[in-house]
Antibody, heavy 117, light 113 residues
Framework: QLQLQESGPGLVKPSETLSLTCTVS??????????WGWIRQSPGKGLEWIGN???????YYNPSLKSRVTMSVHTSENQFSLRLSSVTAADTAVYYC?????????WGQGTLVTVSS | DIVMTQSPDSLALSLGERATINCRSS????????????LGWYQQKPGQPPKLLIY???TRESGVPDRFSGSGSGTDFTLTISSLQAEDVAVYYC?????????FGQGTKLEIK
């Protein structure tokens, strides 16, 4: 059974960079059938698609976040990662990593990231 | 960006009743070359991530009970629960994956009356 698990700091200071990793188990991140991605959920903005990436490193970002987002794939560790720079309180949310075949069909349990000094 | 609008925001029904949740997109999500609507439905229970119920507007994800069905095309879509069960209490979201960003509706909270 495929499982995804987010990890990373739960507290980030304003203006710093949020960094999260998603570890995939029960399946290979190098499969050509899927995209991998990130979605976040905050009380104020609901569910927000951050972007997807393919095992070869091809990325697709939400235009509203594109200038601050970097997604990377780490095939040897079966992981992928998210970096979001220059964070503000508006970036406080539960961050989910996902697998996408048609649309996001597997989700991690989510990790709460709070932006605060 | 495509804006997804759901109605109603909340819904309270009795067990066994039919639930209908609507989703409207600000532009068509029907891709003419393959005649597919790039529209999915999710169910989210408290403390859990969203769960995919329906994709391509009407294709049920594996393992989803057949009381859940999706319909519609173009800009107007519906999620129907034919006979409400206690375990269906959740927030339901539609999402378009036709164009970036893949936007979600604001959610519809379904409760038991």
């Amino acid at each position: 059974q495929l499982q995804l698990q987010e990890s990373g700091p739960g507290l980030v200071k304003p203006s710093e960079t949020l960094s999260l990793t998603c570890t995939v188990s029960g399946g290979s991140i190098s499969s050509s059938s899927y995209y991998w991605g990130w979605i976040r959920q905050s009380p104020g903005k609901g569910l927000e698609w951050i972007g997807n990436l393919y095992y070869d490193g091809t990325t697709y970002y939400n235009p509203s976040l594109k200038s601050r987002v970097t997604m990377s794939v780490h095939t040897s560790e079966n992981q992928f990662s998210l970096r979001l720079s220059s964070v503000t309180a508006a970036d406080t949310a539960v961050y989910y990593c996902t697998r996408t075949m048609v649309t996001a069909d597997y989700w991690g349990q989510g990790t709460l990231v709070t932006v605060s000094s | 960006d495509i804006v997804m609008t759901q109605s109603p925001d909340s819904l309270a029904l009795s067990l066994g009743e039919r639930a209908t949740i609507n989703c409207r997109s600000s532009q068509s999500v029907l891709y003419s070359s393959n005649n597919k609507n790039y529209l999915g439905w999710y169910q989210q229970k408290p403390g859990q991530p969203p769960k995919l119920l329906i994709y391509w507007a009407s294709t049920r994800e594996s393992g989803v009970p057949d009381r859940f069905s999706g319909s519609g095309s173009g800009t107007d879509f519906t999620l129907t629960i034919s006979s409400l069960q206690a375990e269906d209490v959740a927030v339901y979201y539609c999402q378009q994956y036709y164009s970036s960003p893949h936007s979600f509706g604001q959610g519809t909270k379904l409760e038991i009356k």
